[in-house]
């Protein structure tokens, strides 16, 4: 079972026609960040989720928010740029500034296996 992200990320590899016999692939997320899609997953297999810790259920009950950005890695550097100088001057600067660089290092990944410079 994948969680979304990982799915993609195996998605990206086979379009990008990376996949060879020594390719190994690393979800990292937990259950606790998509207990909906576990759940539905998991229907009638007999297996059953774990409640999340408390510290991602908090997390649930945050506001949340979207920014649309143009299909291009510039604008997508610019955005995440912008995003994080915003959150160090936010107060929780220390936990969103791990999430910024790890979707700026997902997108550099991909970037960097099509090719780019």
Known sequence: MLCPHSAVGI???QKLDLVQPNTVCLATASH???PEA???ALENSGVSVP???DAIKELFSRQRSSELVANDVVA???LMLRK???REAAEDYQFWGGVVFMVVGA???VYFA???V
């Open 76 to 78: 997508v550097r610019e």
């Open 38 to 40: 576990c759940k539905k």
């Open 107 to 109: 997108i550099a990944g």
């Open 11 to 13: 998605g990206a590899i």
């Open 84 to 86: 994080v100088k915003e």
């Open 51 to 53: 409640d999340p810790p």
């Open 32 to 34: 606790a960040k998509f």
């Open 114 to 116: 099509k090719g780019g």
